[in-house]
C-alpha cells in the first residue's frame, strides 16, 4: 500500500492569518514545527494501519516549509516548485493506492480560515462545471482520473465540511474551529497529532485503487476582484471571457484542467499590482 500525502500549510494546527505561512517571515519559522507535526502524525497513522510507503507531496507556496529532519524515516518527501501535477505530484506514475489533504483550507469566496484557491488574494470564486470549487475539490478530480481516492482531510471544520462534498468516505480531522478569515479555536499540537494519527490509521483501509471514472469534460470558471484580470487570464490560450471579472475554459480531462488553471493563476498573480490589485 503506497499512500500520497499532499501537504498544505493554512489548515495547519494553530495557523490563523497570513505571517502564519508566508515563508522568510518569524511567524512561518515558529509553524514550520506544527506543519510538520501534523504531516509526520499522518505518516505514523498510516504506518500503523498496514501502509508499506508514504510520499509526501509539499504543496504550500515556495513548497519549501516542512521539516524533512523531524519526518518519519520511513516517509519520502517531493519537495520543491514546478511539478507536472503541482499539489498532488506523484499521483500520476501508478502507484499510490490512497490521498491524504493535510493541512488543507476552503475555497476563494467562502468561510474559513486563510480561505482561498490558489492565490492569496485575486481570485474570488472558482467553479468545476457549476459547482464552487476549493482546492481539495480540483485536486479530488485531478487524484480520481487515476483511480485513487482521497481517504484523509485535516484542515479548519469548515475544510471538513467541504470534504463531504468531494470525498464523502474519506476520515477527516479539523485541528481549528473557524472563527473569521484571520482567527479560530485552536487544539494544541499534542492533541491534533494524535487525532490525526489515529484517523490516518483508520483511513489506511480505504486506500484502494480502482478504475478510473469517466468524468470529462471540464469546464472551470474563475473570478476575480478586477477587471484587468480577465485580460491577463485571457492570453492563455483557450481561456475565454464569460463575465465582466470571469474567464472560464474547457478541458477533456481534469490532468489538462489543473495545468490550465496553473498556467492562468501564474499568469494573474503576475498582473498584479502591489498596492491597486
Known amino acids: 500500500m503506497k499512500i ?4 498544505d500549510m493554512e489548515g495547519a494546527t494553530g495557523v490563523t492569518w497570513p505571517g502564519d505561512v508566508l515563508p522568510g517571515t518569524p511567524q512561518w519559522e515558529r509553524f514550520r514545527h506544527p506543519f ?24 504550500h507556496w515556495s ?8 519526518l518519519d524515516q520511513r516517509a519520502q518527501m517531493i519537495t520543491g516548485k514546478h511539478k507536472t ?10 502507484d499510490v493506492d490512497g490521498v491524504a ?18 492565490l492569496p488574494n485575486s481570485v474570488t470564486g472558482v467553479w468545476a ?22 481517504v484523509l482531510v485535516t484542515g479548519d471544520d469548515k475544510t471538513c465540511e467541504d470534504a463531504k462534498g ?26 491534533t497529532a494524535a487525532d490525526i494519527r489515529e484517523a490516518a490509521r483508520e483511513a489506511a483501509v480505504l486506500a484502494v485503487r480502482h478504475e478510473p471514472p469517466r468524468r470529462g469534460p471540464f ?7 478586477a477587471e484587468h484580470l480577465v485580460g491577463a487570464a485571457s492570453v492563455v490560450p483557450g481561456v475565454e471571457r464569460s463575465g465582466e471579472r470571469r474567464v472560464a475554459f474547457t478541458s477533456p480531462t481534469m490532468y489538462e484542467g489543473i495545468r490550465c488553471f496553473k498556467a492562468v493563476t501564474t499568469v494573474v498573480s503576475a498582473a498584479v499590482e502591489e498596492q491597486y490589485g
Open 4 to 7: 500520497l500525502i499532499s501537504a
Open 36 to 59: 510538520t507535526s501534523d504531516v509526520n502524525a499522518a505518516v505514523q497513522g498510516f504506518f500503523d494501519g498496514g501502509a508499506d510507503e508514504v510520499l509526501i507531496n509539499e504543496a
Open 63 to 70: 513548497m519549501r516549509n516542512l521539516l524533512l529532519e523531524k
Open 85 to 94: 501535477l503541482s499539489m498532488v505530484e506523484g499521483v500520476q506514475h501508478g
Open 101 to 118: 489533504f493535510i493541512g488543507y483550507h476552503t475555497g476563494a469566496g467562502t468561510e474559513g480560515v486563510l480561505a482561498h484557491t490558489y
Open 129 to 150: 462545471n457549476g459547482a464552487r470549487a476549493s482546492e481539495g475539490l480540483l485536486n479530488s478530480l485531478v487524484v480520481a482520473e487515476y483511480g485513487v481516492p482521497v
Open 166 to 191: 468531494y470525498a464523502p468516505d474519506a476520515r477527516c480531522v479539523a485541528v481549528k474551529d473557524y472563527v473569521s478569515r484571520y482567527a479560530a479555536v485552536c487544539r494544541t499540537p499534542a492533541r
Open 219 to 225: 469546464t472551470i470558471e474563475l473570478e476575480f476582484d
